[in-house]
C-alpha cells in the first residue's frame, strides 16, 4: 500500500488548510492512522492518529483544539484539519499507517507505523 500526503501550501498565521492522506489501497484493516511532521535535524513528532474504527483520536498538546483528524475507510483516506495556523506549524507532515496491533492505546511512536507517505510541505507566514 502507498499513501499519497497532499493539501500543503504557504498560508498566513490564523488561516487553515486540509491535509488528505489517500491510500493505494484499502486501510479499513489498517489499526492507528496518523499525521507526523518533521522539523530538519529534528526527529519526527507526533501531530494526531485515529483509530481503525474512528472513535479515538489522540494529538500532541501544541495542536489540541486547532487539529482535527478524521478518516474515511470507504475513501481509503485520512484528514488532518488545521486551523489557526500558527509559524512554529510550519514544517514538512507526512501521513503513516499502523497495520500490526501492539497496544490496546493509539500509538504515538513513529516505530510503530510501519506505512509512509511521502511528506507535504506546510508553510506558515506571521
Known amino acids: 500500500v502507498q499513501l499519497q500526503a497532499s493539501g500543503g501550501g504557504l498560508v498566513q498565521a490564523g488561516a487553515s488548510l486540509r491535509l488528505s492522506c489517500a491510500a493505494s489501497g484499502s486501510i479499513s484493516s489498517f489499526y492507528d492512522m496518523g499525521w507526523f511532521r518533521q522539523v530538519p535535524g529534528k526527529e519526527r513528532e507526533f501531530v494526531a492518529a485515529?483509530?481503525?474504527?474512528?472513535?479515538?483520536?489522540r494529538y500532541v498538546d501544541s495542536v489540541k483544539g486547532r487539529f482535527t483528524i478524521s478518516r474515511d475507510n470507504a475513501k481509503n483516506t485520512v484528514y488532518l484539519q488545521m486551523n489557526s495556523l500558527k509559524p512554529e506549524d510550519s514544517t514538512v507532515y507526512y501521513c503513516?499507517?499502523?497495520?500490526?496491533?501492539?497496544?490496546?492505546?493509539?500509538?504515538?511512536?513513529?516505530?510503530?507505523?510501519?506505512?509512509w507517505g511521502q511528506g507535504t510541505q506546510v508553510t506558515v507566514s506571521s
Open positions: 485515529i483509530s481503525r474504527s474512528g472513535d479515538a483520536t
Open positions: 503513516a499507517a499502523k497495520t500490526t496491533y501492539t497496544v490496546p492505546i493509539i500509538s504515538v511512536l513513529s516505530g510503530d507505523y510501519d506505512y
